[in-house]
């Protein structure tokens, strides 16, 4: 239950006026049709009475219209509160995402809760909402109707009640049974979503075609799908079952019910009147006791996977700013790695034991080894992305983790081997090496011609303002090489005083290159150069 009332208390914080207005629709879409059966059963009584007959004709014909307005206001109260809540949990996951630390993203269980997490974010908490509410109408229907019947047999609501046990409990079952299934199975959906994503993504397109991919991936994901509909449709059948021994008790009741109040009108102790509100009351009460069910299942169901909601959301990240963190030094003069042993998560072997290195202002610190070697990991322990498990990293004798975290690494820019090519605008592509500041237009005109990429970008249809690749409409495709001096001039213009190259030159032609040995010996006397390359 307080996981539910967590979900519940998010969807309010959602909208709280969409909220509170989806509970007096709820209260009034409940009541409204009571009213218009009792009405009904006044009409027909007083058929002979066409002064009353008018009179209720217009009553009963101003519910109708009255719930239909009703319908159409919830109706647009609920896309409101929808998408609200769509937008909330949205930008929780994303939050949580960018602040947990890289080596969630090296386990395996964590891709499961995220998965799961993701998959569920943007309906479960209005399914939670919806249930409730449901719920809640169903208790007041349910109440008019016990005013409605209780006069005419207790009897009548004892059978009522008693027909949809059976179907409560098959239905409990039922979100067990699934939810531990999809649970037990996670990996191997992300595994057909991984599938999908091979076929359909543009960075596998080449690989795909040039090797006759497509086959392999679609037998692979099509088999992994039919045998996961094979066992959801076992059990599905074997819950249909019970399923259908509840219709029958059902049926068997409403048949029970239908006769009494027969002979009770044939035998003239109720009306013709009262008779048909009667059991048009006692369809109503079946149909709230089924809607009834159908919610506490459903909130049974939703508190299983909203489970999957919040133990994403609650994570932690292990590498967070100290609460008496240190100014970063105004003059970067020294970097050091003093005696650093670090292993990824779950890996048997050390990547880098007891390493040591010092780089400092004025020199281009070159660190060459092969793949394996660990050079990479040097700068993201630098980059705070780890904390090295024994040793430290200093910068002017500091240890890195006495720095605010975010600070730390605006004084740091770097140039990734597998760089990011931003689907954006090649002035937003540059401005993002400093995006929380106003965009300086000629610095970044300066960073580009210090990258070798100010001729073409200005060449553009739209110049600084043309979308770069071809996912958008508008997009000019760039060449790796190309890719590589967008992202090259991103590090030019965020001018940290410490600067990271991994693989530069990968890309680049020899022009280009010789362009740009003259721009970082140009740099080298104000920052601290890493130059990562393999042997």
Known sequence: MPTLWKMLMMVRQCDRRAFWLRLVYEVLQSLLPLGGIYVLKLLVDNLHNLHLTTIYVCIFVGLFL??????????????????????????????????????????????????????????????????????????????????????????????????????????????????????????????????????????????????GLASTFRRLFVDIRRDLVRRLLRISRRLAVYDAICAVIETAVLLLVLLLFVRQAYTGAITVGAFVMLFEAFRRGQSSLQGLVSSVAGLYDSRLFAGNLFEFLTLQPQITSPADAVPFPERVDRVEFRDVTFRYPDMDHDVLSHYSLVAERGTVCRIEGENGYGKTTLMKLLMRLYDPDRGAVLVNDIDIRRFDVATLRSHISVLFQDFVRYHFTAAENIAFGRAEEPVDRRRMVQAARQAGIDQMLSALPNGYDNMLGRVFAGGEELSMGQWQRVALARLFYSDAPIIILDEPTAWMDRPTRDHFRAEVGAMQQEKIIFLIQHV
């Open 66 to 211: 009255l719930g239909r307005l009703v319908s159409t206001l919830a109706a647009v109260n609920n896309d409101v509160l929808s998408q609200r809540l769509i937008d909330y949990i949205s930008d929780s996951i994303q939050r949580q995402s960018v602040r947990l630390d890289m080596s969630y993203y090296d386990n395996p269980a964590f891709h499961d809760t995220f998965h799961r997490a993701q998959q569920e974010s943007s309906y479960r908490p209005l399914e939670v909402l919806n249930h409730f509410m449901a719920l809640f109408g169903s208790v007041v229907t349910l109440a008019g109707v016990v005013v409605l019947l209780g006069a005419a047999s207790h009897w009548v609501l004892v059978l009522m009640v008693a027909a949809v046990i059976p179907s409560f409990f098959v239905r409990l079952g039922k979100a067990r049974r699934i939810y531990a299934f999809r649970r037990s199975n996670t990996q191997i959906y992300r595994r057909t979503f991984y599938y999908s994503a091979l076929l359909t993504h543009r960075d596998f397109a080449k690989e795909v075609r040039q090797f």
